[in-house]
């Protein structure tokens, strides 16, 4: 029941104060499930969806107009090496301080802040005229960078009904690829324009325009808001948005199942029994971008080097984030249908055997394009389910704090991915015991996720597994 009394409605509520049998309550989550998704929340999908697109577009900028810089400035290939990891360390530290904020003081505030801080860095760094300038402003610009996934994804979780949440979040996330395709695209034109810098100014103007969007359309979660008491008027007319029908008045009360946490939020993500939840989330997120960075920053070499033309070379590179973009679409419905970790669990098993095969030698053309293919649908598109696994396993008040750490620790795997995989090609390993080794970040994702499963952690506090998750 949407209107019920206080009495059955448990959990959280807040409101004008009166006897509790004299006031309506409107469950909020569950006035969300009720009704298809408005305009209203299409509209906040969109606006973060775009902000996640900036996300991934200004991630992989270095990395597109880097070829211009060398020539440019004269240098060596390897010394923009540092310039990447401080990006990516950035993001790291973004990650873990910017998503505590976030349930603290608000989504909103935090994703708001976070996008017109990174776009003006990226304004910023056409500025730089030396290595040194350039590698401090990309360790600055990912932090403002590490901000927006996770604020992201929180909040297109808290306006999704429970029955497509997994599958609105995944395509919101997927908007991180997309904008990662879309910087080549735009580089391919801008650098011959403009140089390399022309990339950064459009990086930085159209974040702008869309934290201008944001800041005049974007609501802050109603559930964040309900918890802290704050700005209840706001509430009730974004409920009016979503659920015209529904009979919200002065006399309101709303209720959220939850109740409100103080003190430290990384300590709460160990409390209520979510500790081995909250270690195993780190773990698998750490492995599988382990696993991701090192198949997308060293798959096109090793297939150069395998004797593979450059074009083919571009190719496997390419087909890995194509694979990453399907798996990522067509896991959320299944996610939603069936649950988490009956889809996760064979996906990573189904990556041992791909990324295993990549390597072997003498493989056909079409065999290496098939199983690249199938890497990506499983590592690439599985990290989107990994941030919505981590939005179900937190209730709101550290929900951003938990996805933020979650891909927090995960950014280290991804500095380390890059940087081991360079320490085993410069030992001489042949192809074949690099992807057998590649292999096993992915047989240990498969483990714990299947740890995850049996500890039947699956929603907001612990309690047992749905229906649709594995008994």
Not at 48 to 68: E, H, L
Not at 234 to 254: C, F, K, N, S
Request: hydrophobic fraction near 55%; include cysteine.
């Amino acid at each position: 029941m949407l209107a019920q009394s206080l009495e059955a409605g448990g959990g959280a509520a807040a409101g004008i104060d009166a006897p509790a049998t004299d006031i309506q309550a409107v469950d909020i989550p569950a006035l969300i499930d009720s009704h298809p998704v408005s305009s209203f929340q299409k509209w906040i999908l969109v606006l973060v969806g775009c902000a996640v697109v900036m996300d991934g577009f200004d991630v992989q900028a270095m990395g597109f107009v880097a070829p211009a810089i060398v020539k440019a400035w004269g240098i060596d290939k390897a010394s923009l090496g540092p310039v990447f990891g401080a990006g990516l360390l950035g993001m790291l530290v973004g990650s873990l301080v910017l998503s505590t904020w976030a349930d603290r003081i608000g989504r909103r505030p935090v994703l708001l802040g976070a996008t017109v801080f990174f776009a003006l860095c990226m304004l910023a760094t056409t500025f730089a005229h030396t290595l040194n300038q350039l590698l401090a402003m990309r360790f600055v610009t990912g932090i403002g960078l590490g901000g927006i996934m996770a604020n992201a994804s929180a909040l297109a979780s808290e306006y999704s009904p429970q029955r497509r949440r997994v599958t609105l979040m995944m395509w919101v996330s997927c908007g991180f690829t997309g904008g990662a395709v879309l910087g080549g695209l735009v580089s391919a034109v801008l650098i011959p324009w403009g140089g390399w810098q022309a990339v950064f100014v459009f990086g930085g103007v159209v974040p702008l325009v869309i934290a201008a969007l944001m800041w005049r359309y974007m609501p802050e979660s109603m559930q964040f808001l309900v918890l802290r008491g704050r700005k209840l008027d706001r509430v009730h007319g974004w409920l009016a948005r979503i659920a015209p029908g529904q009979r919200i008045g002065p006399d309101t009360r709303y209720v959220v199942h939850e109740a409100k946490q103080d003190g430290a939020p990384v300590v709460e993500l160990f409390r209520a029994g979510r500790g081995p939840a909250t270690l195993l989330l780190w773990g698998i997120n750490f492995m599988n971008l382990l696993n991701l960075f090192f198949l997308a920053n060293w798959l096109p070499t090793i297939a150069t080097g395998a004797g593979y033309s450059g074009g083919t070379a571009v190719l496997v590179g390419t087909l890995l984030q194509v694979g990453g973009v399907v798996g990522t679409v067509a896991m959320g419905p299944l996610i939603d249908r069936i649950g988490f970790y009956r889809v996760l669990v064979p996906i990573f098993a189904v990556a041992v055997l791909a990324i295993g095969v990549i390597g072997q030698p003498a493989l056909p053309l079409a065999l290496l394009l098939a199983v690249v293919t199938v890497s990506g649908f499983c590592v690439v598109g599985a990290q989107p389910a990994l941030i919505a696994l981590a939005s179900s396993v937190y209730p709101t008040t550290v929900r951003a704090t938990g996805m933020g750490w979650s891909l927090g620790i995960g950014r280290a795997g991804s500095i380390v991915g890059p940087v081991l995989a360079g320490w085993l090609i410069g030992l001489h390993w042949t192809n074949s015991a690099l992807f057998i080794a590649a292999a096993v970040p992915a047989l240990l994702s498969c483990v714990m996720v299947l740890c995850m499963g049996r500890l039947k952690f699956t929603g907001a506090t612990a309690r047992p597994a749905n229906s649709g998750e594995m008994q």
